[in-house]
Structures are given as C-alpha cells and as structure tokens.
C-alpha cells in the first residue's frame, strides 16, 4: 500500500489481485454494499479511516456519525482525499465520490448532515480500513 502521495495506478488485473471480489465490485466498478452489512458502521475508537485500495488517509474519526443509513457516514474528508464527479445512475445528479490517489469509488456525498459541514460522506465500508491511535506509542490493538 502506498504510505505517500504517490498516485496508485494499477492494470484491473492488478486491482483484482489486491481486492478481494466484493471489494473490487465496490471500489472498480462503483457498485454499492449491502446497507448495515459492514464492520465499519460499529468502529467509534479514536483513528483513522483509509482506503483499502492505496492506504490514503481519508476521514478522522472525529468526524463519524450515526446516520441510520446502514453505510459509515462522516461529516468532512480530510483535505485532499478525494476528488468528486456527478452521477445520473438514480435519474438524478448525486455527487459521487472517489479516493484522490487510486481512483476507487468510495460512495456519494450528500446536504444533509451534521454541522458544521452540513455534508453527510455516506462511505462504503468495504473500501476502508482502519488504523487506530497509537496509545503509549504503541497502536492499540482491538
């Protein structure tokens, strides 16, 4: 996984090798998880969620919410993670969002969240991993 700003352009073979199937459906071909289906939606300790394609930082903790959407939900991206384009799949435009450095589909952002953003990043929990704090200088471990 990438540990920079590096951009992580790879054949679909390769993203099929890294992905397990489920995974690559979500993050390569933008398909959607089942909703309250992953482990994401119950992780509240103190870190950070990057993506599982590259390993780039992309929300804080700090910024997670419980949207009752079945889906891990948070309120702002760190900056720089992710660029944005317009979907039409539902017959109407959604902002559509996909991880900055390799391009993996992470889910559609939308106006009705939390302040003070007002933003609600309704995210895949399949395209993330999560790194936990480090507590005395040494990661906690779950």
């Not at 959607?32 to 992953?38: A, C, F, G, I, L």
């Not at 450095?101 to 991993?129: K, W």
Request: include cysteine.
């Amino acid at each position: 996984m990438a540990d920079d700003d590096t951009r992580v352009d790879l054949t679909d073979a390769q993203w099929r090798e890294r992905l397990d199937p489920p995974a690559y459906d979500v993050m390569r071909r933008e398909a959607t998880e089942r909703p309250y289906s992953s482990p994401m939606n119950e992780e509240w300790r103190p870190g950070t969620f990057v993506c599982v394609g590259c390993g780039a930082p992309l929300f804080r903790s700090d910024v997670k919410f419980d949207a009752g959407c079945g889906w891990p939900s948070f309120s702002d991206a760190l900056p720089g993670a992710f660029e944005t384009k317009t979907d039409y799949l539902l017959f109407y435009p959604r902002t559509e969002y996909h991880c900055a450095r390799c391009g993996a589909h992470h889910g559609h952002v939308f106006d009705d969240g939390p302040a003070p953003t007002g933003q609600r990043y309704c995210n895949n929990g399949i395209a993330l991993r999560f790194v936990p704090d480090e507590v005395g200088g040494e990661p906690e471990r779950g």
